[in-house]
Structures are given as structure tokens and as C-alpha cells.
């Protein structure tokens, strides 16, 4: 498969009438590529990009050159020909985003916290090799079209952080895990996008036309929703896109502030034929975050609905929501506007307020328009999470291709802004995953790697029923374990089950010392990213607690505590509670990929991302080992563990057939 140079927007005729879906010829803009860029302050133009994916927030920053054969060279940072690092012990951190109405972007070390003199050496081992790291950033509108998969990104060309100059980045692929960089796609340059374009989500017609929602941020920094749509329908590759000259389509109504008004979603048929789209908000001078319900024909003029779709209170400003279907008995996801008896209804919010996605499964009224939570004590923003570790402003999209509902995740830095600087870049994409409702529980869905990452597998390694009794620590001698899929299954002693008494104390993941904590069941798991000493480590484990009542329940968890000896960075313990049903065994599958690590326990009903910065544990001193910490029973473990090759993610490549 050969690639174009998409780089170069110069073969497009920006005289030639472009298509229109829904709109007449007087509605007719320039392709938002051939606009005159009006900016605040002066664009900058060194080589130097940022990437900020999914959702609102993310900002990651590479330094890129090209190679004689086309591919992108990252240049270390602090190099001749890169942007010039800035000195850590010089910089403080500030917040990014509040101000312009959305949440902060800035991780905060502890006070005193020291800066880790970081080497070029440990920086470049972070980056990853088979997540998606664009060479602009911030996921927006993912969806398939005419074979490709595409991520539009926000993207900031002014530095390594977040700013006000947010356009949106693009990229395709035809396996959702090697990707090829396009142009930008939409440059913040109209008064009611120039502080930033932002969420967005695209939506099929009934013909098969393409649309796309976005919030902007107007000169006035008032979050409005604008209309995009692409140029020319037959280019697969959707490289120029139009945004419609009536814009903006929505303005915040009473009642609600104008920083509170933002990320419409993927709009969804009702019975009567009318487009519904829901966008997160929350009632002015209260806590109680909510999403408003507006019906349209056309795109251009909308209703609002009464009241709103679902609101909880005390749970703050909601973005990033989210709203799909689930089949109660099918084994394939659900396009948007499914609805029907064999249906659920997920609702998902990113909370501004603690930066963290939360979802509910209920049921949708499509006459009244209002969604319910089948159990209020979980509803959203009080109860599960899509993951309990580093996961933010997700988005979904129906894959009509493979007939699934994929889900993707911005993955934030957890140390410094001055290091992010440094290393020339911050932030990915998680791996997409899969999302189905979990037919055996009821209560929960399941989020799983797409299969497409497992083409990446090679050097298989098998360990059989591995004993580790209590207090052991066994060695996996598996080679190179930067990156890795592990897929791992427990057994624990019955017996030691049934024999001991159970206590009347109650555990947590974040707040009982995590894996040195010892029980009588545990903690036991593995460790990955540990140095043979044992100096870094980190634990992705289970425990399980046993009541008065002899009741059992099993958490799993990761603690980041001993991951690193550098001092800024989070070294938090996260995890929460995950469902095991009688005759299961305890599963786990990790993927290990530098500094990102995600953790998925019993067919991923609890999910666990890491961000982690050793400073031991990298490359040849990297080693993974099978640990019981447990103080009565002993385990038996079998795993499958493969190295993972590399992604491709190019530029500048030539396509002749893009079919």
C-alpha cells in the first residue's frame, strides 16, 4: 500500500464547489484549510508540534524532522535542531484551562517536590511504541469512512501545553493501531472558533452523508456548537473539510453559563425522524452536572427539549458525555440509534471537577427524551468508572465496518510540565477498545483491546501453574519487557478460603498501603517495570477480603508508589472492587508499553491505566516478576506473555490507491 504527500494541501482547488449535505449554495464557505489563519499572537515556526487527544484535554509536543526515506525521526530534546529545553528548576507550575472554561491540564507534583534530573536516555525510553502519538494531538470526532479509521485531535502550534490556539490534527488508519498523519484538518479562524475548536463529534446521515458537531470557544471565550462538514464526500482520506457559514448553530441558553456549554454528541434518530444530540453542562450557581437534549432536521436549527436528558447532583460540570446503545443479548455493538426492548442505554460523563469518566447503565424514554440509571446508587458521576486509574475524556464510535462500538481514551502525563518540555512531548491515546454490555453480570460493561493489537504479538513465552506460596517473589524470564501482552490466570488455595476467619475490617486499594499491605488472600500479581533489586516496581494485583459474614469480595489494583525514584511524579495507588462470579478464576491481561500500562481484570470489568516514569526500570534492567504477598494461602498462576513489536505511524507517503 502506497501513501500520498497529504502533507501538501496544494492539489486542492479551493475554487471548485464543494459538497454541500443539507445546505443550499449560499451557505457555501472556503474549505477551512484554504482560510487566512487569523491568530492572537504570532504563530511560531520551528519544527516543533503539540498533541492534545480525546476529548478536552491532553497536550502532547514532539519534535519531528523527516528522513531521506519520509519517515518521521524524533530529535532528542535539547538538540541543535529542536525547540531549546527549558531548565526545570526555572519553571513553576500554572494552571491550563480553567480560566478559558475548561479543566485544568496541568499535573501538580507534591510541594517540595524535587525535579528528577532526567537523562536524554530515560527520556526517550517513555515514549511508546505501539500507542497512538500523533504528530498533533487531542482526539475529537473517531469514526470509519469508505475503509479508513480517523482521529481528529486538538493540537496546539504554539508549545508543549495546553494554549488558546487549538486547531484540530488528523490521522487514518486501516487497523486502528498503524496511522498515517494528515493536515490539519480545522484552524481556529473565525471569530466563534479562534480561541480554540474544540470536542466534536461526526454523525451519518441516512444517506451515508457526513457531518460534523464542534464546540468553539468565540472571541468572547463564550463555548458555542459549530457545523463542519467534509469538501468532497469521495475522498476517503477526508482531507479538507468546510465549516458552515451559518455558524455558530447553538449558543448556551439561559441559565446556563457561557463556559458551561460544550462537546456536543454523535446525534441519534428518534422514532419520529427528528436528530437528537446531548451536550454536557450543568446548572448555573449549583453542582448538579447535567446534559441538554436538543432535536434537529437539518443541523442548522435546533429545539431545546425540557429539562435535560439525565443530571445528577453534586457531581459539578459534566464534558465529554457520551450516550449509546448496548444489546442486552447480542454479541455485536450497536449503532447510535438503535432502540428497542433488547436494548440498554449507556450514559457517560468526564467530570470536570475530579477528571474522571464515569458511566451508568439504564434506560431511555425517546418520547419524553430522559434517560434512567437501573440503580440510582451508581448512577453517573457516583458510581463506575470506565477505568480507576489515568482515563479521561473518552469518546466512543460505532465501527459499521466490524459491526462493534469502540471507545477511546486520552491518557494525561503524570509528571511535571517542565519534563513534558524537556522530552518534547506529553500525552497519548490508550489502546481503542471494545465495549459490550457483560451478559453475566447485567451491572456492568466490558471494555477489551480491539483485536488488531494482537498482530503485534511475537516471542511467545507460556509459564504453567507457577506456585507462589506466601511471601514469594518469582522471577520471568521472558527477555525484553518494555512491551508486553500478558494474559494471566490465579488460583487460590481453596482451603485457605474456607479456614480462615474473616475480620470486620474493610479495604480499599487507594487508601490501605497497597501491595505491602498483607492479608490472609492477599495481595498477588505481578510486578512489571521492576528492577532485579526491586528498587522500582509496580504491582498490578488482586486481594481479596473475607467479612464476619464469610462473605468474599476481590479488588484489583495498581500501586505506583514504588514505580519510580524521581519525586515528581504521581505515584498514587488506584483500583476499585471487581466483580467475580462463582467457578471464575481470576484473570488479568496487562499491556506494557513503556510508560503507559493497562491493566484489565476478568474480561474487563474494572480496567487500570498507569502512567510511570522509572528511572531503574527501563530498557535491559527492566524484568517482570510473579509475586504473593499474601500472609495465609498460596497461589497457582498461568501465563502467556508476547513481546509487541512497534506501530508504524508515518507522514509523507504517497497514496495510489486509496481504496
Known amino acids: 500500500m502506497s501513501f500520498p504527500n497529504t502533507d501538501d494541501a496544494s492539489n486542492y482547488d479551493a475554487n471548485q464547489r464543494p459538497h454541500v449535505p443539507l445546505l443550499d449554495s449560499a451557505d457555501v464557505e472556503a474549505p477551512a484549510a484554504d482560510l487566512p489563519r487569523q491568530r492572537r499572537r504570532r504563530r511560531r515556526t520551528a519544527a516543533v508540534v503539540i498533541l492534545l487527544l480525546t476529548g478536552l484535554l491532553g497536550v502532547v509536543y514532539l519534535v519531528v524532522t523527516m528522513t531521506s526515506n519520509g519517515e518521521e525521526e524524533l530529535l532528542p530534546a535539547g538538540s541543535p535542531e529542536s525547540s531549546t529545553t527549558l531548565q526545570p528548576e526555572k519553571m513553576k507550575p500554572v494552571a491550563r484551562g480553567v480560566e478559558e472554561g475548561v479543566s485544568e491540564k496541568t499535573y501538580r507534583p507534591s510541594l517540595g517536590a524535587r525535579a528528577y534530573p532526567w537523562t536524554k536516555r530515560l527520556l526517550a525510553w517513555q515514549r511508546t511504541a505501539y500507542h497512538f502519538q500523533p504528530k498533533e494531538n487531542w482526539m475529537n470526532g473517531p469514526l470509519f469512512y469508505k475503509g479508513w479509521y480517523h482521529l481528529f485531535y486538538q493540537y496546539n502550534p504554539d508549545g508543549a501545553i495546553w494554549g488558546n490556539n487549538i486547531v484540530w490534527g488528523h490521522s487514518a488508519s486501516k487497523d486502528l493501531i498503524h496511522w498515517h498523519h494528515l493536515p490539519i484538518a480545522m484552524h481556529s479562524d473565525h471569530w466563534y472558533d479562534i480561541n480554540g475548536v474544540w470536542t466534536g463529534s461526526a454523525t451519518f446521515l441516512q444517506d451515508g452523508q457526513l457531518i460534523m458537531l464542534y ?223 457483560d451478559k453475566k453480570t447485567g451491572s456492568n460493561i466490558l471494555q477489551w483491546p480491539v483485536e488488531e493489537v494482537e498482530a503485534l504479538r511475537r516471542n511467545k513465552n507460556v509459564f504453567d501453574h507457577v506456585k507462589a506460596n506466601p511471601g514469594s517473589i518469582v522471577l520471568l524470564d521472558v527477555g525484553s519487557t518494555s512491551q508486553l501482552d500478558i494474559v494471566a490466570e490465579f488460583e487460590i488455595n ?102 503507559i500500562v493497562e491493566s484489565f481484570a476478568q474480561g474487563g470489568r474494572t480496567c487500570i491505566t498507569s502512567r510511570l516514569y522509572p528511572t531503574k526500570a527501563v530498557n535491559e534492567d527492566a524484568q517482570i516478576f510473579l509475586f504473593n504477598n499474601a500472609t495465609d494461602a498460596s497461589i497457582n498462576a498461568s501465563l502467556q506473555i508476547w513481546e509487541m513489536s512497534a506501530a508504524c505511524q508515518r507522514r509523507r507517503q504517497k497514496i495510489v490507491n486509496k481504496d
Open 215 to 437: 464546540t468553539g470557544s468565540t472571541n468572547d471565550s463564550v463555548q458555542v456548537q459549530n457545523l463542519a462538514y467534509p469538501a468532497d464526500p469521495s475522498d476517503p482520506l477526508l482531507i479538507h473539510w468546510v465549516k458552515y457559514s451559518g455558524n455558530p448553530v447553538l449558543f448556551p441558553p439561559p441559565n446556563i453559563s457561557p463556559q458551561d456549554f460544550r462537546d456536543p454528541t454523535t446525534a441519534w434518530l428518534t422514532p419520529e425522524g427528528m436528530w437528537r444530540i446531548t451536550i454536557g453542562s450543568k446548572i448555573n450557581g449549583s453542582t448538579t452536572g447535567m446534559s441538554l437534549v436538543y432535536d434537529t432536521k437539518d443541523f442548522k436549527s435546533f429545539k431545546l427539549l425540557n429539562g435535560s436528558l439525565h443530571s445528577v447532583p453534586g457531581t459539578g460540570m459534566w464534558e465529554c458525555v457520551d450516550f449509546y446503545p448496548v444489546s442486552k443479548n447480542g454479541k455485536n455493538g450497536l449503532d447510535t440509534s438503535e432502540y428497542g426492548p433488547g436494548v440498554k442505554n449507556i450514559m457517560k460523563t468526564s467530570l470536570d471537577d475530579d477528571r474522571n469518566d464515569y458511566y451508568a447503565i439504564g434506560s431511555y424514554d425517546s418520547e419524553a427524551g430522559i434517560w434512567s440509571p437501573d440503580n440510582p446508587d451508581i448512577d453517573v458521576g457516583i458510581g463506575l468508572r470506565y477505568d480507576y486509574g489515568i482515563f479521561y475524556a473518552s469518546k466512543s464510535f460505532y465501527d459499521q465496518e466490524k459491526k462493534r462500538r469502540v471507545l477511546w481514551g486520552w491518557v494525561k502525563e503524570t509528571d511535571s510540565e517542565e519534563t513534558d518540555t524537556q522530552k518534547g512531548w506529553a500525552s497519548l491515546q490508550a489502546i481503542p477498545r471494545t465495549i459490550l454490555l
Open 494 to 595: 481453596e482451603e485457605a478460603l474456607k479456614k480462615i476467619n474473616g475480620t470486620n475490617i474493610s479495604y480499599s486499594c487507594t487508601t490501605i498501603g497497597g501491595a505491602a499491605e498483607r492479608g490472609p488472600f492477599g495481595p498477588f500479581g505481578l510486578l512489571v517495570l521492576a528492577n532485579k533489586d526491586l528498587e522500582e516496581q509496580t504491582a498490578i494485583y488482586f486481594y481479596i477480603s473475607k467479612d464476619l459474614q464469610g462473605n468474599f469480595k476481590t479488588f484489583f489494583c495498581a500501586d505506583h508508589s514504588r514505580s519510580s525514584e524521581a519525586t515528581d511524579v504521581d505515584k498514587a495507588i488506584y483500583g476499585s472492587i471487581v466483580p467475580v462470579l462463582e467457578g471464575e478464576k481470576l484473570s488479568m491481561r496487562i499491556l506494557v508499553d513503556h510508560s
